[in-house]
DNA sequence: TAAAAGCGTGCAATCGATTGCAAAATCGCA
DNA sequence: TGCGATTTTGCAATCGATTGCACGCTTTTA
């Protein structure tokens, strides 16, 4: 490997001018700089960025800690963050840690001691805010519960908007009988939903009803099995809100399983935007979660805290993004007589 | 940040008698080992692993080049390399490039100018052959393109096996009658898989018919055009085999659209296995793409490159790894009389 | 014409950890 | 008690690039 020592040693200068000239820098004469680029050029010079990131004490590179680049969210995430990233003349390097503390903590503790200019913690279900600031290095959150008084950046999706938008959408579709099956009941982005999705209701004058709101564990198979008990009681709803897609293809499943027609007779609604809504049978409308967006503005934010600053001053900086409505073909305008339809589903089910 | 050099002052020793302390080599009296590792944690040590790095020219890390890992598949390679390396001790850092060849040529340079160990290159569609060895990079390729003569390293999905097992999947199924919608003809994956499926038909003396074999672009939307083709020809298949899950949908669009029942009236197969084809409805049976044992073998594979020789010598390795059929719903036995559905079909066209 | 200012370059230290070799300390045994 | 053998430890160089400071030379200014 040719050094800037070698360089030196053929253009008959030292290693500081050597240094000096391939950065550029004007103090040394024009004539100079242009046979040092020439000579460095011929000798196929390549810099050594371990030891200019080490004299540095910075190595140009921010950490992203997911717990799955290879799921479709996390993805896109990262492609954000790594856009971000680029315009600020950043690498980033990704670490999945597969919702395991110990892997967190020691790919927390690798990018320390790597010298990292940062790190963004994206949606683990953890908390290591507890671990992340005694390294000492610049973070900012993502999806991430924590507190208004935790003073750190962080940058959600707005889960109490969505819930609103997607229940307000399906009232402004004229039904007033919305089911909700909603997240397991203990994380955070189910509470803000859910909190949407009655805020919603109360808005317009309906019911909050008890019965019309469920608890899933985000599979398919659980909407599935809490779509079935709404189809078959007294009072069926006339439109369903999952709380992300999967569940709400397992309720166009029941749907179909009662005999009823979507959207014709119920509306369906999914959350998230993920592939599988395009490719559902009818196209699922959906809440899009605008991730690529969300690690754009995470990768900025972190850049500008090292750019300037330095370490999560007593400011949090909070940040949320609100996803849109992808209306698709699981949703209609509510009809007043679906009689026929549940006879049909009477006939079916004999 | 505390040093080495810190922690020897502390210990009133030298800094070489604490780093090989610290490394526990076994020539420092057990005593003071003890009373250094004890000695560094109180302080809070942390290596500075840019300068233990660069000291040892070599970063532990290893790159892994990848047109968009937010994309499924490849999310699923990055997980096995990830996985692999973990085993090795070394570290993955990702750069997505987009199909864009200056990018890649810029990763390629930065991972060699960061002393990586070795590159992994996914399936990108350019052919940088001719750039990575003249970084004297160890490195291995993920489903590209290049001839058996090559001196390189490279693991591949089967594509030819799965377009045979495929095929004999639907012939067993007692389809004679079977069309294949394939992707680009300038994909290499296109022809090796098309080869796989008229070597099958081949090998049960089924005839080769130009008219049922076409060409997409590997979107949906081409499956569901072609297939329309297919389906309204005066001697349709009675089994469609695409060459990936989108276009598989396209073409179950298509059988809809004809009065076709999936599977009793057309059997539909798709390639990839990707997470639309479990929640198509129905649900699609496929041949599923082993990414995450391809990144595991690729890993492996580099890290012995790494370990013993080095360099991509003359031999090349190269690695197959054959899918599975996953059979699911689109899928059922050929039945003689398919008179009523095609009856069907054209009163819904009427 | 001498002093001041400016330009271009080199010296040498530095970042933190590792390691070959030599020196010092300890031990064993006669 | 003494000397070689063995165990522990330290010295100093090294990896490659960067940078504060100073030196020498040229140009400008008074």
Redesign the interface.
């Known amino acids: 490997m040719v050094s800037i020592y070698d360089i030196a040693k053929a253009a008959g200068m030292s290693a500081a001018t050597v240094s000096r000239a391939l950065a550029d820098n004007p103090k040394i004469s024009r004539a100079s700089r242009e046979r040092i680029h020439r000579i460095a050029e011929e000798m196929g010079y390549?810099?050594?960025?371990?030891?200019r990131?080490?004299r540095q004490?910075s190595?140009s590179m921010i950490g992203l800690i997911t717990d799955?680049?290879?799921?479709?969210l996390?993805?896109?995430i990262?492609?954000g963050v790594?856009q971000a990233l680029r315009e600020h003349g950043f690498?980033?390097?990704?670490?999945?840690v597969h919702h395991d503390s110990e892997i967190e903590q020691e790919a927390i503790?690798?990018f320390?001691?790597?010298?990292m200019d940062g790190v963004i913690l994206a949606d683990s279900t953890l908390d290591a805010l507890a671990d992340v600031p005694k390294t000492k290095l610049p973070f900012v959150l993502i999806n991430r519960y924590c507190s208004a008084e935790d003073p750190i950046s962080i940058v959600c999706t707005d889960d109490f908007a969505g819930g609103y938008d997607a229940t307000e959408y399906l009232i402004q579709l004229k039904h007033r009988k919305i089911a909700y099956i909603n997240g397991p009941e203990d994380w955070y982005s189910s509470i803000r939903r859910l909190t949407g999705y009655t805020e919603a209701l109360g808005k317009h004058e309906i019911g909050y009803r008890a019965d019309y709101i469920k608890h899933g564990n985000w599979f398919?198979d659980s909407g599935y099995r809490l779509a079935l008990e709404l189809f078959r009681s007294d009072d069926p709803p006339t439109a369903v809100f999952a709380a992300n897609d999967?569940m709400a293809?397992g309720v166009?499943?029941a749907a179909?399983e009662c005999g009823l027609r979507v959207p014709e007779d119920v509306s369906v609604m999914g959350y998230d935007d993920?592939?599988?809504a395009k490719?559902?049978?009818p196209r699922l409308t959906t809440i899009s979660l605008p991730m690529f967006e969300v690690g754009m503005m995470a990768g900025h934010a972190l850049c500008e805290m090292i750019a300037k600053g330095q370490m999560p001053d007593g400011k949090s900086d909070r940040l949320l993004v609100r996803g849109k409505v992808i209306e698709r073909d699981t949703t209609a305008p509510y009809k007043a007589e679906p009689t026929i339809a549940s006879e049909t589903a009477q006939d079916f089910n004999k």
Not at 68 to 72: G, L, N, R, W, Y
């Open positions: 390549r810099p050594n960025l371990l030891a990131n080490f004490k190595s799955d680049v290879s799921d479709e996390s993805g896109m990262a492609k790594e690498t980033m390097l990704v670490r999945n503790d690798y320390g001691d790597m010298q398919e999967m293809i166009i499943d179909r993920r592939t599988i490719y559902a049978r």
